[in-house]
């Protein structure tokens, strides 16, 4: 006991102890929070999340979880998530406000309405957008993982599913699903896209929602064209509208405001959404021109009919005697966010997680390799440097230590000087790309074996002589005596190789290049400069479980394994 | 007769040629930067379409992509690069303007005589006239052999300009064009301010390549970075008056007037909602919405010049390719790249998919789409041509592809110097331009030495007799060291007894595996590295002795000397912070009478998280607006940058991961020690009346002195060495500011592949370090070893 029990009582004595846990205690907090953050971080969806939060809100409440929802359904896009909702003043940072409606009787009218007309009209493929895909990659996006499962059940493979795009992919992950807009051109017909399509046909309604041109035109379009005060509009065409949402977007252009509708159709949206009306037709048979560059040039008012989602349910409500009619897009969002809670809770939760898995399974050889690089590292740590250390402490050599110091002045070497020439020699040899160049140049280490020599010289003498009298040859001796009585701290060098194999990243890419003995570090090592901070947390705690697991059971034996030098 | 003849040889062999291509079953093409099949962004696409059509007309070839590793914090080259050194080289290689040098003059491009001259006549001109002239020196240039040759074909040309962002644009007030000049520039960007504080009026990347911006001034201003004053002879230049002008202009931007938040990111919408102007090409892929933003010919300087830059996809043939059928076909594949039919597909791809816009009016006219041509707004076409037209080529000259790294190193001096801050202030504006022209002109002949390798004769005589002593010095404090420590081994060794007699061969073969590797992976290497350092070691060409040529560089590099500072600095950290916290936590936990093991536990968690992990993780924490930043601006700090780019505190954040990770496991070694020490001492002490710090120093200290200098001896040694985690934080930056030397050794070594110049530098690292590495090793020869109990 450093002080006795006596002393301990002492006003002097226990500030001291007072003092050490406050110290101690604050010391563990700094060593705690960055989990807690990074725990939190890694189940976030936003890309530029930040900040200090130590507990992931939308886990246990509904609006945060409500802003998760809208965010990640419109691809963290504030245009889509406007356009969809018609809400010209909507953001990411206030969907809250849409969660709860103002009139639920409202709602359901139109959901029934919205239902009826779905059950008699079919909609195109085309005319749907999938949800919950990002349009940038440094997110993973829950729709295309649901992509590319869907793509790998299809064709049965990665290999397949590369051959059949004409692509080389070498891990699934990689696939995105293309960028769908509402302005611009169609798709080309790729087969990606194709089978985008029919993937998109294949799920639910729910999980889609619809380009809505009308939206668009209203949240994006005319605040633009025309300025971001409606009393602009209404000075301009004569019309007396409250706001941009009360302004039509009717499949034909309209008496008072065709200008901008026309702009808006025959120059920004997607061509495949038009469709020339009897006289467009004929114009366009007067010009040598293509479709589309008819649309985007020539094309008049009256030459245009818009064919999307809101314009056709337009119209058709019309025929019902309801005016101006939309898509009831909110709604429908409410309705089903309120039927899937705890799903979205998990899936949200567990979204980059799975991308990680995904990304390091996916890619067949990384756990492989990372464990034949860690087999191979304890293997030759275990052996090559106790067998010299055997040596030099069992026999009378007269070299011993000439051979100990031209193992131990080894340390001396300056690693810059020789790290070049491993490099050349691996590359003469063809080892780089091989495990070799991973494992070989540090197998031996002149400090290892000066340490074990150490410690060998320290065993009893006595079971030696009583093994030689028992006849045991030197191998039997090595293994069953030394090697046996040396547990502990052979525990810890096999724990330091370990430790080294499975982190080793920097030297892996250098010397090992080629993607086909990549460990597990380098692919996330890779993975994280393309990828936001999130994933990124969630890599970190993926792959800390293995040395989790490891050191956990092997606490005890760490500590009686730790060589303490003293002066002879 | 003889050019008849000529002809007839060529079409000859034009006719073998593509016969051969036509029978030929299958040739596998490595390709880098092929564009990816998903690819939705506009270029991509035209590319996704390019390529298409090559494999219409050659089905023969295949096209494999051929991806490096991207190391963090370097530029693009470096990856293939890294590729040619890691033996996975691709068979077309893709450079840019600045990078060409570097590739043909290691000797790692095929010159295309060879296959231009079997070309028919109609090709070849078609070829050459897709060059615009002052883009032809770019590729048609001196070899390592010294004889002229044509080198590459550029393909996809692309050219700098504004692009400004038309809602916030819009929202200001501002008309629906970039700004006119640098003061319709400064005026725009304040009234973009006034609009929104948020806004960032101009995005202005940060990083080594940070001049890339600056170039635009500099040629806008009337100056040039590097000139070739004779046939490959090349001097660095941006240290003239109207440079000065280039850089105050920037000077005000981000630091004079603060309306600029320099660095950053414009991937995420977030960060492109708040941008207002971003220069970039057009003809190369963005990261942002085309129909967000649109796009202008770069602003023109004081006196009315505009800066435009012309770059290009340069594609040649990797001299190591041999087989002559993927020769032929890298050759077809950079040829098809570089015609008018894949120019053509390109813009028709971008104007069917609604950007006519934003293509090149000349190609928009040559290719037929007059009618897009309207669409522009006013002035826009002509200034596109005037620009296109004074454009210049990206700096091509020797070693060019360290130009903006060298450009950046006067810029981030500028932007930090407390004169011209100070200066600006209070308006003198003669001193802002003198002080700018001093750091300027320091830099000029920096960047002539290192990157352009311009060394006078007479200072080079020199350096070479001053390095000669040097070398020699460190030869004899070599020999005399080893002689030395032999000797004090042999000396510590006698007395310890042998148990058994040799007994023939079986030692050794006991030994063998572990001699054999260190002799093989340590002696030899340390001999070849030293032979290295003697030479200018070439990957691809052979390598030639140069004498002390890279000592005399090394010792006269202020970057290297530099560096060392830094390593002082980075090891002063690690051997007080680093190597006390976990003694004193060992003592800590060994002092408190309860809740050990859960504080042991707690403090041993970073080391479940690798190594590399750990640095990841505080990544994050240390960025702009990460943790740690916002908790300092809550007490009220203004923390404008990310710690790694803060020069204060870049070494800081360097250091405190590694303590964070290391303490846990660190402590581990001295609570074994400390256990060791009988209570009997103690109880003892107690007697006498002794304080607790009376025990600490007569009881504690003398039981761990032996741990405490040979781990700290060890720290030493590891100090010098640390580079992984800097490379992972920093990168060196900012300014350098965290360039240690094993650092910049990797740098010269893997990314700008002068291996004889990095080895050279570790000897005299090496070198420096050898009086510790003796302490160390006499220490241990005086040590004995058990695990604690």
């Known amino acids: ?68 929802y809208a965010e990640t359904r419109y691809h963290g896009l504030g245009d889509l998530l406007r356009m969809a909702w018609s809400e010209p003043s909507a953001s990411f940072r206030d969907t809250r406000r849409f969660l709860v409606p103002e009139d639920p009787s409202r709602d359901d009218a139109m959901i029934a309405l919205w239902e009826e007309f779905r059950e008699k009209v079919t909609l195109e493929e085309k005319l749907f957008c999938v949800g919950w895909l990002r349009p940038n990659t440094r997110m993973p996006a829950f729709a295309n993982r649901l992509f590319q499962t869907w793509l790998l059940q299809k064709y049965g493979a990665l290999d397949e599913v590369n051959e059949a795009l004409g692509t080389a992919f070498d891990r699934i992950t990689r696939i995105q699903a293309p960028r769908v807009r509402i302005d611009g051109s169609p798709l080309p017909r790729t087969v990606l896209v194709q089978d985008f399509v029919e ?73 495949d959404f ?177 340490l ?43 724990l330091d190789a370990f430790v080294s194999a499975y982190g080793m990243f920097f030297f892996a890419l250098i010397l090992a290049p080629d993607p086909k003995i990549w460990t597990i570090m380098v692919y996330v090592y890779q993975l994280r400069q393309g990828v936001a901070s999130p994933v990124v947390y969630a890599s970190l705690i993926l792959t800390a479980i293995p040395t989790l697991i490891v050191f956990v059971t092997c606490q005890k034996i760490i500590l009686r394994g730790l060589v303490v030098p003293s002066e002879k | 007769m003889k050019s008849s003849f ?283 919405d085309p129909e967000q933003f649109g796009f202008g010919p770069v602003p023109a300087g004081p006196g009315g010049l505009r800066g435009s830059e012309i770059n290009a996809n340069v594609l040649g043939i990797f001299s190591g390719v041999t087989d002559p059928a993927v020769r032929l076909a890298a050759w077809q594949y950079i040829r098809f790249l570089a015609s008018a039919d894949a120019e053509r597909l390109r813009v028709e791809t971008l104007v069917e998919m609604g950007l006519a816009a934003q293509v090149n009016p000349v190609l928009l006219r040559r290719f037929g789409f007059t009618q897009y041509l309207s669409l522009m707004p006013p002035g826009v076409e002509d200034a596109f041509l005037q620009a296109l037209e004074s454009g210049k080529p990206e700096p091509y000259g020797r070693n060019c592809n360290l130009v903006y790294s060298e450009m950046t190193y006067p810029l981030d001096k500028i932007l930090l110097d407390p004169v011209i801050a100070q200066a600006w202030r209070e308006g003198r504006m003669e001193d802002v331009r003198r002080q700018m022209g001093e750091i300027l002109t320091t830099a000029v002949k920096r960047t002539n030495e290192r990157m352009l390798g311009y060394v006078p004769e007479e200072t080079m005589r020199f350096r070479r007799w001053v390095t000669g002593g040097v070398v020699v010095a460190m030869f004899g404090i070599f020999v005399w060291v080893g002689v030395h420590v032999s000797r004090v081994f042999s000396a510590a060794s006698r007395g310890v ?118 640095f990841f993780l505080w990544r994050e924490l240390f960025g702009a607006d990460g943790p740690l930043n916002t908790m300092f601006r809550w007490v009220g700090f203004e923390m404008r940058r990310s710690w790694t780019e803060e020069p204060a505190l870049a070494m800081l954040s360097c250091i405190l991961p590694g303590i964070w990770a290391g303490m846990g496991p660190g402590c581990l070694i001295y609570l074994a020690a400390l256990k060791t020490i009988p209570t009997e001492q103690f109880e003892a002490a107690e007697l006498d009346g002794a304080t607790f710090l009376h025990k600490t120093k007569l009881i504690v200290f003398p039981n761990l002195k032996a741990l405490l200098i040979i781990n700290f001896t060890g720290a030493v040694a590891a100090a010098f060495h640390g580079a992984t985690n800097i490379l992972l934080m920093t990168g060196g930056g900012p300014n350098g500011a965290t360039e240690v030397t094993s650092l910049l050794i990797f740098f010269e070594a893997f990314t700008r592949l002068r291996l004889g110049h990095a080895t050279a530098m570790a000897w005299i690292l090496g070198s420096l370090l050898i009086g510790i590495t003796v302490l160390q090793l006499q220490r241990l020869s005086k040590m004995e070893f058990k695990t604690a109990k």
Request: proline share 6%; glycine share 6%.
């Open chain 1, 274 to 450: 038009i469709e020339l009306t009897e006289p467009g037709r004929a114009r366009l048979a007067t010009t040598a021109l293509s479709r589309e560059e008819f649309i985007r040039t020539l094309a008049q008012p009256g030459d245009l009919a818009v064919r999307t989602a809101d314009t056709i349910f337009g119209t058709w409500a019309a025929a019902q005697g309801l005016v101006d009619a939309r898509i009831p897009q909110l709604a429908l969002d409410r309705q089903a966010f309120a039927k899937e809670k705890a799903f979205w809770r998990w899936e949200l939760a567990a979204l980059n997680y799975r991308y990680v898995w995904d990304e390091i399974s996916g890619h067949g050889g990384a756990i492989r390799n990372t464990v034949i690089l860690i087999v191979l590292s304890i293997g030759g740590a275990l052996l090559v440097n106790p067998l010299a250390a055997y040596a030099l402490s069992r026999f009378k050599m007269r070299a011993t230590y000439q051979i100990l110091l031209f193992c131990l002045a080894t340390i001396a070497f300056p690693a810059e000087v020789t790290l070049i020439p491993v490099f050349l020699q691996l590359k003469e040899l063809s080892l780089l790309n091989t495990f070799g160049a991973l494992v070989l140049p540090g197998i031996a280490n002149g400090f290892s074996i000066f």
């Open chain 2, 6 to 288: 000529a002809i007839l040889l060529a079409t000859v062999f034009a006719l073998t040629v593509s016969a051969s291509a036509q029978t030929d079953p299958l040739v596998t093409l490595r390709v880098s930067g092929l564009p990816m099949p998903n690819a939705t962004e506009p270029i991509q696409v035209a590319e996704l379409k390019v390529q298409a059509e090559f494999q219409r007309r050659y089905p023969g070839i295949t096209l494999v992509a051929a991806e490096g590793i991207r190391l963090e914090n370097t530029v693009s080259e470096v990856t293939t690069l890294m590729m040619i050194a890691g033996g996975i080289a691709p068979d077309v290689l893709r450079m840019n303007f600045r990078s060409i040098d570097t590739f043909v003059r290691k000797g790692m491009v095929a010159p295309l005589e060879p296959f231009l001259a079997a070309e028919e006549v109609a090709v070849r001109s078609e070829i050459e006239a897709r060059i615009p002239p002052q883009v032809l020196p770019v590729v048609d240039r001196n070899g390592p052999d010294g004889q002229r040759h044509f080198y590459a074909l550029p393909t996809r040309f692309m050219f700098t300009g504004l692009y400004f962002n038309r809602e916030l644009f819009q929202r200001a007030g501002l008309p629906a064009r970039p700004p006119k000049d640098w003061a319709e520039l400064v005026d725009f960007s304040r009234r973009l301010k006034q609009l929104d504080s948020r806004i960032n009026p101009v995005f202005l990347p940060g990083g080594a390549s940070a001049s890339w911006t600056l170039l635009n001034f500099l040629w806008s201003s009337g100056a040039e970075a590097v000139v070739e004053t004779q046939p490959d002879e090349w001097r660095a230049v941006f240290d003239t008056p109207d440079a000065v002008t280039a850089y105050e202009f920037y000077f005000q931007l981000v630091e004079g007037e603060r309306l600029v938040q320099r660095g950053g990111q414009i991937s995420s919408p977030q960060e492109q909602e708040r941008t207002g102007m971003l220069f970039g090409y057009v003809g190369d892929s963005i990261a942002f």
């Open chain 1, 452 to 494: 074990l020599k150490g410690f060998f010289d320290s065993l009893p003498r006595e079971l030696y002589e009583a093994a030689e009298i028992d006849g045991a040859s030197e191998w039997t001796t090595f293994w069953n005596i030394t090697m046996t009585l040396s547990k502990p701290i052979l525990a810890v060098i096999a």
């Open chain 2, 497 to 614: 007894s042998q148990p058994v007699s040799g007994r023939g061969y079986l030692p050794w073969l006991f030994l063998a595996p572990a001699l054999l590797l260190v002799f093989s992976w340590k002696y030899i290497p340390l001999f070849r590295g030293t032979l290295m350092a003697f030479q200018d070691y070439q990957l691809v060409l052979p390598s030639t002795f140069v004498g002390l040529d890279n000592f005399a560089n090394v010792l006269f590099d202020p970057t290297f000397w530099n560096s060392l500072l830094a390593t002082l600095h980075y090891a002063m950290w690690v051997l007080t912070l680093g190597f006390a916290a976990p003694v004193l936590l060992a003592y800590a936990l060994h002092l408190i009478p309860k809740h050990k093991l859960a504080f042991r536990i707690l403090y041993y968690l970073p080391a479940v998280i690798s190594a590399t992990a750990v």
């Open chain 1, 1 to 68: 006991m450093f002080f006795s029990p006596i002393s301990e009582r002492s006003l002097r004595v226990r500030l001291l102890y007072g003092a050490i846990y406050v110290v101690l205690g604050l010391g563990a907090i700094t060593m705690v929070v960055p989990f807690l953050i990074m725990l939190t971080g890694s189940v976030e969806q936003k890309s530029d999340a930040g900040g200090l939060q130590i507990f992931p809100a939308y886990l246990v409440e509904e609006g945060a979880l409500w802003e998760r």
């Open chain 1, 199 to 271: 993937f998109s046909a294949s799920l639910p309604s729910d999980r889609k929602f619809l380009f809505d041109a009308g939206g668009y035109y209203r949240t994006k379009v005319l605040p633009l064209l025309v300025g971001s005060r409606i009393q602009d509009y209404n000075a301009r065409f004569g019309t007396e509208y409250r706001s941009f949402q009360d302004v039509p977007f009717p499949e034909l252009a309209p008496v008072a405001g065709a200008e901008p509708w026309h702009y808006f159709v025959s120059r920004l949206l997607r061509t």
